[in-house]
């Protein structure tokens, strides 16, 4: 087990669990990255992982941790077989036979298509003998070729497996020998070009951009009949591919739509919304019964039937943030972190335009009532970051535990959220920004003005000083460049003192802030917050302010 | 609107507790007003975590998950692991060295180089015997002399995971624990095996303490800390070392092998049953046997038993695997030709392979059974590999999921590693040139191989 990385020039490295190297691995001849670039899309099915998008062919990374073409293309050339020595076949028989990277334990990795049928010969009691056969491939993978055989006009049965390297073969394995469950299958045509895929369902599934979503045969990763297609139902090109419960959720520019149904016999594609599209397949995950989908205005969710929004309080920031950026926001990268229940959207970086990552990120447990939650909005807030991040994922390294990865421009893989000493020194300063409180009415005069006594602040910190500053004024006042009150460092507050453990201050007075105004913005600001906590405020006035904005009592 | 009317003094304080007096900070809200929004939204939160508690705590930093970068800006990163966890494990091969080298060496089948970790600065081992792979820790013991007391080496698979992919391997090994037995000066010990059996640890230590009267071979119980002997034999200077195993019945068995001075070779198979030993009657025919390896195999064609591989001596060594099932032990291979010895066996697959040579001819096979059909010959190392003449110690095992041969291929008698290139695996064998020990001095017979 490894995580496969990719970077935007075209390399894929393999990295092994507990291993702080990675492995470049080496492409396969005639491979190549797509101009213009385009995001990579993984896929696990038993073991294999297909990635799509960035090459100009789907690749697999295969147990025999490899980088092959996805799919065997099938022979051209039908087998030779004439009667052979030996006993025990009469009748009528036809051989058709495929290529296959087959492992040494036995297993089948991949197979191809078979070729054509081979003329029919005539035997009585006699054996069957191969020629001719092909000894090589076009694909370094293959390392045998497998035989099939219809006996008296029935289905085309295995046979046998020969390396590669042999060119004859010959048998007298009875009809009655050949196991039925081992009929070729022509089904195994090689995967198109994609640039997004997804499992559900035991099928992986996938989508180059246009209306056409393309599916694999069950439980086998590449094998892409032709036949395995559907439609969206208005036509439009597919913007987001996701396996969710029983269903495929399929979003487009503008509109939403999923795919039910077990099979070729009962897959339909129906809406679920219209006029409401999806802006990128990256940034939609999945979580519990439901998916979150970012839109042109922020976050939906849809959760079988219902579809809310979840920026309310966000809405006017993400529509002005995609209008200035649309290209950037579609290419937005959202992960889930199971275990904090935190969903976190990347904003990519660019080391070209010099702008650093961007995030959201949101508690998502009170929204997801099939969680325990309560339905209500999902908690926002915001990441800064000071690398030009261009992708994140939830991986885990050898357990079950999620854990953030984000990779940048400088090359490395991260993991983020480390609290306490990090080994490349990151930190990232925290900024809280509380309400404007109005201690009284704020349409009124000057005459409703108060006069800020003392500031509490309940903050447990106990590694890390942090600055208070105080905007004091009208709900205006905390746009302005200089606080009217701060900055106040305040030290961290470690629990110890004098050799005995203390418990650590949590409560901390302002009681010089002595400002007036309507109403007052405290603003906590924080860098390396390793174990900070705000857990309240209390705001001491009186009611004798003198109407000037942050000018101190008499 | 009329004018406030002055008073002096604290007013009623706002006060907002956060989890104890409402639910939570409820997160940033840039849609609103500043004095419109809730008492428990921000009008900023960077980089802040907001918990179901109610709390708000501050966003940590980040730690390099590779110390290598990639060449350009990261584009994609995908777990393959579909959520399996996988403890740590890394699948490398791991081997161990015992001749006048005392090394330890992981080798990736995928990768260009192995990795030799000395045991520098160690001075209670001398060569390594015992190589296990617990699933939560690796242990390996060696023998000590004039020491009263075992090395027995327990690493966690990430410790090692992670040195082993640093630049600094020779400063890995950290002697963790000290296995102590009874004392006696006179002797050597050698730490034979170690299994994991109903929780605690066996492990099996041999001595060879020319004449006198102690403790010839033992094998003891170590819960980790302290160990108490659980099986004592007083024949002196032993040959071989006990080997111990899980049968496919889930007892414990013991392969011992004793050689009195100035008498002739004695064998003892014990098994332990419902908490005690007890001995094993030999086939007809096998009048001492010495026990190099035991596999269980559970075939299409067979029903689960456990074999034993190694040689027969009557006055010269032949090779045999005897199967154990039933509560009795029969022959199934040999006694082959005089000089042959089994050196291991392992199942993989459908079949049971087994390493055989043949000190005089030169010989080196690997043998394939079904359970049924035994075949010695099933490939001859020494016609595709050359002059392979005295395997001290080969070992086979499957690693990273392909069957793994250890022996030695003779040019200047160093250690390599062969595997079978096709489903036939008669067929052509591939030498894993990393783990080609030529260039190593002394030439180094090895033992353990085990994956981890």
Redesign the interface.
Known sequence: ???????????V?R??????????LTLPAGVYQRVP?C????V??N?A?L?VG?FNVPLV?T?D??LWKAGIEPGSTAPTIDPGSGTGITGSVQAKLTFAE?????RVIAESNPTDASFTISLVDQGVAYSELPTSHPNARV??KRLYESRDGDAFLFVA?V?LADDTYSHNTPTNELSATSEVSTRRAVPPYMNKITKTNGRVWGNDGTKSIRYTEIDELESWAAVNEQFTKDREGVTCLKGLFNELFIGTRVSIQQLTGFGLSDFNVEFIRRGLGVISHHGAVSISNSLWFPSQEGYYRYAGGSVDFLM??????FREAYEADETTYQDIVAVVDHR???VIVLVPGS?EQARVARYY???F?PTETALGGEGRA???????STR??????A??????LDRW????????????????T?????????????????????G??D??ARTF??L?M?VKSES?AWTLEAFVG???A?SALTADYGPKVVPASAGTMGGRAQVPKTRHSFPEIHRSGH?I?P?IT?T?????????????????GDGNRGRTAA | MPKKQPELGIKSPFRLRVGIDTDGWKGVNYESDPGAILDDEFQEALNVRILPNGKVVGRGGSSKAITEAMDGCGAGMHDDGEGLPTKGYIFKGWLAEASEHDDLYCFDPDASTSLEMPFTGNTYTDQIFAVTADGERFLFGSWSQALNALPIFTVTPRAIALLANSDDSASWIVPATLFSIPANADVRRYCGSIVKYNGRYFVGVGSNNSGSSATAYAVYHWDGVAASPTLEDSRSNIAQLPLLAIDHAGELIAGIRTHPDGGSHATVIRRRNTGTWSNVSLPVGITNFCCLGIAMFDGPLVQAATYLCGYTNDGSDKGVILKWADGALSTVVGPLSAGTVVKDICAWGNYLFYLHSNTSTGACMVGRSDGVTWTDSHKDLFAQFGAESSVTYGSIAVIRRVLRVLALDGVGGNGTIYSPTLLDTSGAWAETAQMDFAVHPGGSPFRGLVEM
């Open positions: 087990m490894a995580w496969i990385l990719t970077d935007d020039q075209g390399n490295y990295r092994d669990i507990g291993s702080l190297k990675r492995t470049k670039y995001r990579p899309d993984f696990t099915l073991g992982t990635i960035q990374h147990v941790r490899k087959i492992a040494l334990d036995g390392n045998y497996n390396a309310e309080n966000l809405r006017t920031y904090r229940h935190y080391e990120a949101a508690a447990l999902p908690y926002w807030s915001r990441d800064t030009y991040e261009r992708t994140i994922a991986l885990t390294d050898g357990d079950l990865y984000s990779a940048d421009c400088g090359g490395y893989a991260r993991l983020m959220d480390v609290n306490g990090t080994d490349d020194g990151t930190a990232y300063d925290m900024e809280i920004g509380l309400k404007h409180y109005f201690m009284g009415s704020q009124g005069d005459g409703h006594e003392d509490e309940f890390s009208d709900d205006g905390s109403g913005t603003w924080c390396s917050p390793n174990g900070f906590e705000l857990r309240g405020l209390e705001i001491y006035f009186s009611n004798d």
